[in-house]
């Protein structure tokens, strides 16, 4: 559960022989601490979470009112994936911390606004130059993960059967999703793993008799 996560150590007014107790203990679970006060940890959060969950609302308003949503492919779908989560506490959460979230949304404003008038100005040299920055801070996010595509037919026991290629190849999945068929009955499911892990997940995968998509 804690394996690969971040685990945020409020380092406001602590003692050091706490916090490094605390630390101790999130590296005994797997978990990466990292340092901060509370300020800077809620400011991260309206950027990296708040902020990405209103953004996957407002791209599927957008996309359903132009009709646009029959179209819609695997990279849509990624991007939009957290607003189909239970919705229910997220007004709360947003209201506790309101300030950072509004100040996030400026700067995304401010972004897509220096993109619009790059567009306007049929400027491709500032609009190449954006994506390829966006692309290089991208990677540096950390470890890349790799996806795996799997068929699943529409039948009883598919799923365990990805749960033993799982525990046969030793993978350590960072992600899961599932497309269902066009028709309805089976689909394709995306793991996401390290990238070492690829070759070993699609060979025990393979041998439980799955179809590889890709």
């Known amino acids: 559960m804690f394996h690969g996560a971040a685990w945020v150590v409020a380092a406001d007014g602590a003692a050091e022989d ?3 107790a605390v630390e101790r203990m999130a590296r005994a679970l797997g978990a990466n601490p990292v340092r901060m006060t509370a300020a800077e940890h809620d400011a991260a959060v309206a950027r990296v979470s708040h ?20 179209l819609a492919g695997g990279g849509f779908r990624d991007l939009t ?20 979230v509004v100040a996030a949304i400026s700067e995304l404003q401010a972004a897509l606004d220096d ?15 954006s994506l390829d920055r966006a692309r290089e801070l991208r990677s540096t996010l950390g470890e890349h993960h790799a996806q795996v595509r799997v068929v699943l037919l529409d039948r009883p026991g598919e799923l ?3 749960g033993h290629a799982l525990e046969a190849s030793q993978a350590n999945v960072r992600d899961i999703q ?5 028709h309805g009955g089976g689909g394709v499911l995306t793991i996401s793993v390290l990238p070492r892990s690829v070759e070993a997940l699609r060979q025990a995968l393979v041998a439980e008799g799955f179809t590889l998509d890709g």
């Open 115 to 129: 993109t619009r008038r790059s567009l306007e100005a049929r400027d491709k040299a500032a609009v190449a130059a």
């Open 160 to 162: 365990a059967r990805v």
């Open 178 to 182: 599932l497309r269902h068929g066009e």
């Open 18 to 20: 706490d916090l490094q």
């Open 81 to 100: 994936r957290v607003a189909s989560s239970d919705t229910s506490w997220w007004p709360d959460v947003l209201e506790a911390n309101a300030a950072e």
């Open 51 to 70: 902020l990405p969950h209103l953004l996957a609302g407002a791209l599927v308003t957008v996309a359903t009112r132009a009709n646009a949503t029959p």
